[in-house]
T-cell receptor
Framework: DVKVTQSSRYLVKRTGEKVFLECVQD?????MFWYRQDPGLGLRLIYF???????EKGDIPEGYSVSREKKERFSLILESASTNQTSMYLC????????????FGDGTRLSIL | AQSVSQHNHHVILSEAASLELGCNYS??????LFWYVQYPGQHLQLLLK??????LVKGIKGFEAEFIKSKFSFNLRKPSVQWSDTAEYFC?????????????FGSGTRLQVQP
């Protein structure tokens, strides 16, 4: 069974801090994704990666960056955290093709004070 | 750009009632369609998917969905819900003919099943 592990379930940070969210998958998936989930808005794509060192912006990339140095690990970085980035962050991975289902981690609930 | 609409934001049903959750998307080409479920405190799980073939797709836990291309719809159905179906349900789509791998999600439908 595919396992997508996010490093923290809950995280509290302060405005202006640089925040790192880590995600690891154990199934050698090519694609990895970061979403944020907000009530009434569903999931919105922040960034995704289809290979090591490759990344593409999603629908809401402003204020975020990503890093994929190894195939199994995809990091989301909040360069200077702001209160409007308080949210649930979900990582997902999938095999290569567009019809492949995504497998999700448990999520990180991030609060920016 | 694709978009996905889930018109029912919150649905309350009694056990044994039938369920239909609406999902409409906006994209004129080939699509891959998914329904995911998120049980309280758990991660999103795939319920079912459609990318070609029979437009009536069966998934886990007795769920099914029908792809109607002319209506740009992919509604989720279950003939008889159980209390354990209480969860949030998300419809998602990507454009199959562009090779886009990322999904566009709807805003979700929260289902509450009363015993």
């Amino acid at each position: 069974d595919v396992k997508v592990t996010q490093s923290s379930r809950y995280l509290v940070k302060r405005t202006g801090e640089k925040v790192f969210l880590e995600c690891v998958q154990d199934m050698d998936h090519e694609n990895m994704f970061w979403y944020r989930q907000d009530p009434g808005l569903g999931l919105r794509l922040i960034y995704f990666s289809y290979d090591v060192k490759m990344k593409e912006k999603g629908d809401i990339p402003e204020g975020y960056s990503v890093s994929r140095e190894k195939k199994e690990r995809f990091s989301l970085i909040l360069e200077s955290a702001s209160t409007n980035q308080t949210s649930m962050y979900l990582c997902a991975s999938s095999l290569g093709g567009p019809n492949q289902p995504q497998h999700f981690g448990d999520g990180t609930r991030l609060s920016i004070l | 750009a694709q978009s996905v609409s889930q018109h029912n934001h919150h649905v309350i049903l009694s056990e044994a009632a039938s369920l239909e959750l609406g999902c409409n998307y906006s994209y004129g080409g080939t699509v891959n369609l998914f329904w995911y479920v998120q049980y309280p405190g758990q991660h999103l799980q795939l319920l079912l998917k459609y990318f070609s073939g029979d437009p009536l797709v069966k998934g886990i836990k007795g769920f099914e969905a029908e792809f109607i291309k002319s209506k740009f719809s992919f509604n989720l159905r279950k003939p008889s819900v159980q209390w354990s179906d209480t969860a949030e349900y998300f419809c998602a789509v990507n454009a199959g003919d562009t090779g886009r791998r990322a999904l566009t999600f709807g805003s979700g439908t929260r289902l509450q099943v009363q015993p």
